[in-house]
């Protein structure tokens, strides 16, 4: 049997504790040793290796190659076609590995690329920090509570540099956004409401039974945290930066609803996270109706804000005269009542609002990618550093739990090393 079929015939579950630990699928490839950091000037190239050029790894690659100064120097997947449409993409045959090892060993990469599932977050991020290099990482920071941990850690350690995936933190009008909240334009934010609904099944065709569980990772327990964790993440990451803290506690729930094709995963979720102060975030994701589409709704003491993917718009609290007769008994349309009582129906808000000025339309992944590189020739860490990864990775982590369980859990806060 090849190599490829012995890979086709493995479990995506059985292939993840292979990866993770053992050395005999790959043969006696080792953990690379640290590389001295290669003196990089302004002009010079960075040589970046890319693991897990899927789907979205694949988007990276298209981001990559609009960043200047940057070179796909090297790519790793254990599924061999992806090798074949990098370099379609890239425009050259770009080296390839099965083997993330062998990959860290290349003596010329500057940086890497980690866009495989969550499960192998953690333990790539750590080799490639270890080997020497600066790692981006898309999200989520880990797919359990110690992989998140062990993650911060390694940067500790290491002193590498460290982005996360959370690209909606580059996106202008995001981030106008939180500063204008931050600096009291609807008040003290105190909740915020959160929706990522779809029309979309998740399910990927396979051009063979035997690649279910590589091809739709997404579907499976042992390898997905589902909604919450590929959707729900960005939303926790948005209210996190609006509260300024990560979530203290998650509750939620999760069901197959539509899709009954064997996924063990839900095709719904809807979860509350509490913060301090009483402040709470509500997030909705259903895969059979988009109505609601992707948005964040953050509501203050004063107004409001609505952030969706392309814009963002503040909108101002209607004035309510309060009297003394708005607290006692009242007489209206012949009916004696109270404070809680009111002719006129609750409608939602129709006015204008005030839209956001979007300074720069530019795709928010770019926009980070150019950032990474950026930290990569100044040696510093990025806005979304290895705490912002925690801070909505491990709510997803916990999250995965309280809603098997059916309760509310506390979510373990970040810890520095001593």
Known sequence: MNRRSLLQGLSFSMLAAKLSGASSLYGQATEPQPEPAR?????????????????????????????????IAAQCDVYEPRFAEVNELVGKKVPAYQDYRELLQRKNLDAIYIATPPVFHASYAIAAMKSGRPVYCEKTLGFTPEDSQNVV??????????????????????????????????????????????????RREVPNPSLERLMNWRLYRDTSGGLFEELGSHQIDIANWVFKEQPQDVLGTTSIAVYHDGRTVGDNVQAVLGYSKGRRLFFSSITDNALAGNQIWVYGTD???????????????????????????????????GASYAPDSVM??????????????????????????????????????????????????????????????????????S
């Open 39 to 71: 003196r990089i000037s302004a002009n010079d190239r960075i040589n970046i290796g890319i693991i897990g050029p899927g789907s979205r790894g694949q988007e990276l690659v298209r981001q990559l190659l609009r960043t200047p100064g940057v070179e």
């Open 153 to 202: 850690d390694a940067v500790s350690r290491t002193g590498q540099i460290f982005q996360i995936g959370h690209q909606m933190r580059y996106a202008s009008w995001i981030r106008d956004s939180i500063q204008r909240v931050h600096q009291g334009e609807i008040g003290e934010p105190t909740q915020v409401y959160s929706y990522y609904h779809r029309s979309d099944n998740w």
């Open 303 to 337: 107004g409001s804000l609505q952030i969706t993917g392309e814009d963002a718009t503040f909108y101002r609290k209607k004035e309510k005269t309060i009297t003394a007769a708005s607290h006692s008994q009242v007489v209206q349309r012949g009916l004696k009542t």
């Open 348 to 417: 939602p808000y129709r006015g204008p609002g005030d839209p956001v000025p979007v300074r720069n339309r530019e795709e928010p992944t770019l926009t980070a990618c150019k950032s990474f590189v950026e930290c990569v020739r100044n040696k510093q860490q990025p806005f979304a550093n290895v705490d912002v990864g925690f801070g909505s990775a491990m709510p997803c982590s916990i999250g995965k739990r309280a809603f098997a369980d059916g309760r509310a859990m506390k979510i373990p806060q970040l810890k520095r090393l």
